[in-house]
Nanobody, 117 residues
Framework: QVQLVESGGGLVQPGGSLRLSCAASGFTFSIYDMSWYRRTPGKERELVATITSTLSTNYADFVKGRFTISRDNAKNTMYLQMNSLKPEDTATYYC???????????WGQGTQVTVSS
């Protein structure tokens, strides 16, 4: 049974920090590319950051310099350290695992992040 379980969301003030976690089970975590996506009501889902199976990273322009993606293969866990949070970062954040040839694509249930005074 494949599972991706996000945690670490919550309510923070602008300028604050949160660390999101994605705990994976039921598949070979180390060979999958892992990503964080986010969705705000009224907006399309957008890619936040990716860390590949070879540890290459990519970030959306709107989080560069503020967010850091990482993974710990020994713990089957991916993280997103979010600093200098802005109200526009408010969204549901989703964990994604993807592999190619053959293709697999798994999603978590999401964790809510709210940035507000």
């Amino acid at each position: 049974q494949v599972q991706l379980v996000e945690s670490g969301g919550g309510l923070v003030q602008p300028g604050g920090s949160l660390r999101l976690s994605c705990a994976a089970s039921g598949f070979t975590f180390s060979i999958y590319d892992m990503s964080w996506y986010r969705r705000t009501p009224g907006k399309e889902r957008e890619l936040v950051a990716t860390i590949t199976s070879t540890l290459s990273t990519n970030y959306a322009d709107f989080v560069k310099g503020r967010f850091t993606i990482s993974r710990d293969n020994a713990k089957n866990t991916m993280y997103l350290q979010m600093n200098s949070l802005k109200p526009e970062d408010t969204a549901t954040y989703y964990c994604n695992a993807k592999k190619f040839w053959p293709a697999y694509d798994y999603w978590g249930q999401g964790t809510q992040v709210t940035v507000s005074s």
